[in-house]
């Protein structure tokens, strides 16, 4: 996880507000999950009278934290295990934490065949593609890099919504965020060296994971805005129809494990129960508290913690051009989401001149 609206989802990586969490969920991790999809229900909801006294700065930081370490989390478990592995992993453990709050609050899963039919589609594109895609990408590029092309997804999804979307109408701020987001990415990969020293395969795949998540918010747009089921129950159906997807094509590209070692398992554990699952209620507690645009703002600080994560912990290399990249990534990303305020209108004419 990031980062529309519609009916709540369960999406990691990114909170980010499609363009949304997102970004974040970041993977928006700002990621799992996190809600890409659950910012997009709740975009337009008002906090609560009084939740900003209650001690919301704690769960903000630990929910930054989980996603940035997101991350991380995947480095190290495609260190044991396959990426597919890990992903149905990290999508089965997030299922198990959610059905487990399903099953405590006594709430049910969706019955209609058309909702489960489009979240199938939405688990596709918010869970299982983006989540196989970064572990893929994790491969060949750095924790860190991975964290940056996570903070694309609303840049992606502005892109997106002007053409999917006709309540979304570009302003010139908002293109201009787009443009310097943009930007960024080109100086986060180094183009005046001709991308010397990055992967482009991983990177294109990490830039891929971030463009389906904004697919997957404005499918769930869509499709899902009238949908009258509780943000749990409805991420619970999306992460078990993730798994479902998974558990089918895994061994078709994989074969089992000869070993389960201890750290990577924990990582893929931890990917999943906290960053998936975990991640997802603390967000959603967020947004219902303070709002969905204070709660978005964990987007910015994803790339930031997987940066830091990635170079204290497992030792990445960090040029220069990489977080005056990410900088500039971010301030694209902010101003995409930058709304024109309400004209106020004008004072009525008092004409003072005498027949």
Same mark, same amino acid.
């Given at each position: ?8 989802? %369960? ?13 974040? *969920? ?10 890409? +999809?659950?910012? *997009? ?15 919301? #700065? ?44 399903? @099953? ?30 970064? @572990? ?17 997804? !609303? ?50 795949? %990490? ?28 991420? +619970? ?54 709002? !969905?645009?204070? %709660? ?11 940066? *830091? ?13 990489? !977080? ?12 995409? #989401? ?18």
């Amino acid at each position: 996880m990031s980062t529309a609206t519609g009916a709540p989802t %369960a999406s990691a990586d990114t909170t980010n507000p499609p363009a949304t969490t997102a970004c974040a *969920a970041a993977d928006k991790d700002t990621a799992t999950t996190a809600a890409a +999809s659950l910012r *997009a229900t709740t975009e337009t909801a008002a906090p609560k009278a009084g939740g900003r006294a209650h001690g919301w #700065q704690l769960r903000f930081a630990v929910l930054s934290l989980v996603w940035g370490f997101s991350f991380l989390f995947i480095k190290v478990g495609t260190q044991g295990f396959a990426p597919l592995q890990v992903t149905l992993g990290r999508v089965g453990f997030g299922a198990l934490v959610l059905l487990a709050v399903l @099953a405590v609050k006594r709430e049910r899963l969706p019955r209609s065949a058309r909702t489960w039919a489009h979240l199938t589609v939405a688990a596709f594109f918010l869970n299982a593609l983006p989540f196989s895609l970064f @572990a893929y990408a994790e491969l060949t590029i750095p924790s860190t890099l991975a964290g940056i092309c996570n903070a694309t997804s !609303p840049l992606w999804g502005m892109a997106l919504s002007v053409v999917a979307l006709s309540e979304d109408r570009p302003t010139r701020r908002r293109v201009a965020g787009l443009g310097l987001g943009f930007l960024g990415v080109l100086t986060v990969l180094g183009a005046w060296q001709g991308f010397a020293g990055t992967d482009l395969t991983g990177t294109m795949m %990490a830039l891929g994971a971030s463009l389906s998540y904004a697919v997957g918010w404005i499918y769930v747009r869509r499709t899902l805005a009238g949908v009258q089921h509780s943000h749990l129950s409805m991420s +619970s159906a999306q992460l078990l129809l993730a798994t479902a997807q998974l558990a089918v094509v895994t061994p078709l590209f994989t074969t089992a494990p000869a070993s389960y070692p201890l750290i990577p398992l924990l990582a893929v554990f931890a990917l999943g129960a906290l960053g998936t699952g975990l991640a997802f209620l603390i967000q959603y507690g967020l947004v219902a508290e303070i709002g !969905p645009t204070t %709660a978005q703002m964990v987007t910015y600080f994803i790339p930031v913690i997987a940066t *830091a994560a990635g170079v204290a912990l497992l030792h990445e290399q960090l040029s220069w051009n990489t !977080p005056v990249g990410a900088l500039i990534v971010l301030t694209g990303a902010a101003l995409t #989401q930058s709304r024109p305020r309400p004209r106020r209108p004008a004072p009525p004419r008092t004409d003072t001149t005498s027949a």
